[in-house]
């Protein structure tokens, strides 16, 4: 967390924050398209950080778009392989629950 929010540890404490639960959530299903090509997955979704001091609340929010082509082959034995062609993702909002300096921008 502290690669996001420079001040994660000054707002929850310097406790070891080894699994800080994140949580995707999409208000919209995701586009699934199959082609001979490939599969490419197309959506919006949103991170819920959850406050590490109390689990009912969350302390942040991270909306944004992506995108992803990718495949897979099942080689013999039963080896399954896969690929990525190509994958955007765009930060498209961003709202913190505790004050921080960090903005969408840097984020």
């Known amino acids: 967390m502290k690669s996001i929010f420079s001040n994660f540890e000054q707002v929850f404490g310097e ?4 699994a800080v639960k994140v ?6 299903t995701p586009v699934i398209k199959v082609t001979s090509d490939g599969i490419s997955l197309a959506g919006v979704g949103k991170f819920v ?3 590490p001091l109390n689990p009912d609340i969350a302390a942040a ?4 778009k992506v995108s992803i082509d990718f495949g897979v082959n099942i080689d013999a ?9 190509d994958l955007s993702f765009d930060i498209t909002d961003y709202k913190a ?6 903005t969408l921008k840097d984020v």
Not at 23 to 28: A, G, P, R
Not at 61 to 64: N, S
Not at 79 to 85: P, S
């Open 97 to 102: 629950l505790f004050f921080t300096p960090e």
């Open 61 to 64: 929010y991270i909306t944004c």
């Open 15 to 18: 406790d070891d924050f080894e």
């Open 49 to 51: 950080i959850i406050n």
């Open 77 to 85: 034995p039963l080896k399954l392989v896969g690929w990525t062609r």
């Open 23 to 28: 949580v995707l959530k999409s208000d919209e």
